[in-house]
DNA sequence: TATTGTTATACTCTATAACTATA
DNA sequence: TATAGTTATAGAGTATAACAATA
């Protein structure tokens, strides 16, 4: 039998995934895109929308209506550069936070959960291979 | 630093490897469905629409189009089953697989190229692993 | 004039529910 | 009546371009 494709094999992996992380975000009021502008927040405030914008591979307009709903659930701020006010800089709030540390903790379970059956020499070269591929590309 | 979330990392490489899969299928006039349909029909013809629809996981709704501007392309064709007139068996003409052995190429071709930094060992057992978690779901 | 964030518009994709033809 | 395929409709998601405020 042949190798199936990458392609394919991905589409289906992360089509399980999201079905998965799903009911978790949305436990918290969250969707999927929330979560990932959430954690693009986590080390550091992003300095402009756009730049949030780029960081989450979202575009810079749609990036807003997320942003409009976080601010109105109190887990982010946005708030204007004193330097530039033209920019606005965009941060978690503690209960952001706190909203964004659950989420990860049952993601992260979820995750130990899915892949129960990898031997863990084979989830280590996994997850090295995944790291490696995604990583240049930033 | 913590590690990575896989619905993060898949997210990433599947649209890198869908925007370098993308050029390659329009240059055979298909988009990336058609060829998930031309893909599903390799082995043998569908009985049904509905169980091409389940077997790619497409909408039974949707598929209508793509297989459409299939036959249209002269790629597939769409005969009624004898035994039940209610059904229409879908095949893949000569042509269609023609394009889809060319497009086949082309992908792995691709696939090797994003590859080719990971050794061997690691891509033997990453290959593995995504295929362990896929199966299980059909 | 150029840039950041926003709004408006049209376009695509998707989901649901009718419709037809066969059974 | 039930099912396979089709069509129609509305809704969500997306891309593009115009707009207001600031530089």
């Known amino acids: 039998m042949e190798r199936p494709e990458l392609g394919y094999l991905l589409t289906r992996l992360l089509r399980t995934a999201m079905a998965r992380e799903e009911p978790i975000l949305a436990n918290a009021g969250l969707r999927m895109w929330d979560y990932a502008v959430l954690s693009a927040l986590t080390e550091n405030a992003a300095p402009t929308q756009a730049q949030l914008a780029a960081a989450t591979g979202r575009d810079k307009t ?4 997320n942003l409009d709903q976080l601010e109105r659930l109190g887990l982010v701020t946005r708030e204007p ?5 033209r920019n606005r800089v965009v941060s978690l709030t503690a209960e952001g936070r706190r909203i964004l540390e659950r989420c990860r903790a049952d993601i992260r379970e979820m995750e130990d959960d899915l892949l129960r059956d990898v031997p863990p020499g084979d ?3 996994f997850e090295r291979v ?3 591929l995604v990583d240049p590309l930033d």
């Open 81 to 85: 550069d004193p330097a530039d006010r």
């Open 130 to 132: 995944l790291t490696r």
């Open 123 to 125: 989830r280590e070269a």
């Open 62 to 65: 749609r990036l807003i209506g």
